[in-house]
């Protein structure tokens, strides 16, 4: 009977303990004063907002309410404040560099920076990580991690020598057979991906990945609890994998979708990340080559500018006007999805051929409203869309009360111009405080 007492009274006193400190301490309060809150859900933008933070969490978003003596106050009442963006599909990493070593570590952080710097809090790395990925993802998940979170997909699928093996690429999960794909799940799902890739491109002279072993990995994924995103690139792939229950979709198809697909994407859930810079990626530098001048992109990435003002030298008139003519077919099939009210996502590819990491997940969603999406949808989709694509919107993508405090504090007011999401003044990773510049230092 005395131990009874004595456990109970442990524990009541545990629970007083565990009380003061949750509501009473205000040095662990951060409370952000937004002029304008644009909170991701695509619910019209609040006037004067105060957002509580404590410690990696939001804790209430309110219009009317004193703020605690002692907490940490950031002043943004004549800015505007917004989720980070989220970009589901980057390749972080230096793949000129062989095999995981300490060279190829340092390039994936450096990437991360990058992505932080410009305002993406998270990316999803999609199907070329080396194992080293793992304890990164696990690393960057923790207060004070200096880069974007990370989610990844491990190794992605493709045929015995389909894409991208090609451009020189070691995949090891080039499988034609449906129980070898199973099989090769469950292994990924034991080494704890956050989702499974696909590639399913249509491209000449290579041999695209059966369908029985996509419906296999997609089943089998779900099975695990995970998601698969696919690359593809024609309209009749996109059915068939949409009939499978593919969940995300990378770049876009080369022709129009039919009815069919568009409104099972749309009753399914189907999210689907365009990657319309893709399309555009040239283009975007030689019709802005301001961007080149730029010294806060400049100082993010460094000789990477050169780099691309060499390679775009090199590209003849005959390559801009094809990827134009790309661009514009792209736009209009994302006009499609947008009118079948199907779920769009932001993704990049970036880290290949003129991608920049983080600036081009603005150029992204820029593009978006080029092609016809509101200011509002093209965020929306560059928010909570791409955490639905990845799987975590129950921690990020909008804010509100529960969620992580990962957001941006904007100069001026994207609804206005979409350009203003590059016009960052603070971000916010897990309730710590951060400026641009001094994130790549
Ligand atoms: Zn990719």
Request: aromatic share 4%; charged share 25%; proline share 5%.
């Amino acid at each position: 009977m005395k131990r009874v007492i004595n456990v109970t009274l442990v524990f009541i006193v545990s629970a007083i303990l565990m009380m003061s400190c949750q509501v009473d301490d205000p040095s662990n309060i951060t409370v952000v004063k937004a002029g304008l809150l644009i909170d991701g859900t695509g619910n019209p933008p609040l006037r004067d907002v105060l957002i509580f933070i404590e410690g990696n969490r939001i804790t209430r978003v309110a219009q009317q309410e004193e703020i605690p003596p002692g907490a940490t106050v950031v002043d943004a009442s004549q800015q505007v404040v917004m989720p980070g963006l989220i970009d589901t599909h980057v390749h972080p990493g230096n793949r000129a560099i062989a095999g995981p070593s300490p060279e190829y570590e340092a390039s994936v952080r450096h990437h991360l920076k990058q992505n932080l710097a410009f305002g993406v809090t998270t990316i999803f790395s999609l199907g070329l990580d080396p194992d080293i990925i793992f304890a990164l993802r696990e690393e960057s998940w923790e207060d004070g991690f200096d880069g974007s979170r990370i989610l990844t997909a491990g190794t992605g699928f493709t045929a015995v020598g389909g894409h991208p093996t090609q451009l020189g690429t070691d995949l090891p999960n080039q499988i034609d057979d449906p129980a070898q794909a199973r099989q090769r799940v469950q292994e990924l799902a034991t080494q704890g991906v956050d989702g499974l890739k696909i590639w399913l491109a249509q491209i000449s002279g290579l041999p695209p990945i059966k369908t029985e072993v996509s419906r296999a990995i997609i089943e089998e994924g779900h099975q695990h609890n995970l998601r698969t995103f696919a690359h593809i690139n024609t309209a009749a792939d996109t059915k068939s994998l949409v009939e499978a229950k593919l969940d995300g979709i990378t770049h876009i198809a080369r022709d129009p979708y039919d009815q069919e697909t568009l409104e099972l994407m749309q009753k399914q859930g189907t999210i689907v990340a365009p990657t319309l810079v893709q399309r555009e990626k040239a283009l975007i530098f030689t019709k802005e080559n301001e961007l080149f001048e730029d010294p806060v992109i400049r100082a993010i990435l460094g000789q990477e500018v050169d780099e691309l003002k060499e390679a775009l030298a090199k590209a003849g008139p005959d390559v801009l006007e094809r990827m134009a003519q790309s661009y514009q077919q792209a736009k209009e099939n994302v006009l499609q999805l947008k009118e079948a009210g199907v779920k769009l996502a932001v993704g990049t590819d970036s880290g290949t051929n003129f991608a920049p990491m983080g600036l081009s997940t603005h150029k992204e969603v820029e593009a978006f409203v080029d092609a016809g999406l509101s200011p509002m949808e093209a965020l929306v989709a560059g928010t909570r869309g791409s955490a639905e694509w990845a799987g975590v919107s129950d921690r990020l993508g909008t804010l509100e009360a529960g969620k992580l405090a990962d957001m941006l504090i904007l100069e001026e007011n994207p609804l206005v111009d979409i350009r203003n999401t590059r016009k960052i003044v603070k971000i916010i990773l897990g309730g710590r405080v951060l400026e641009p510049l001094t994130v790549v230092e």
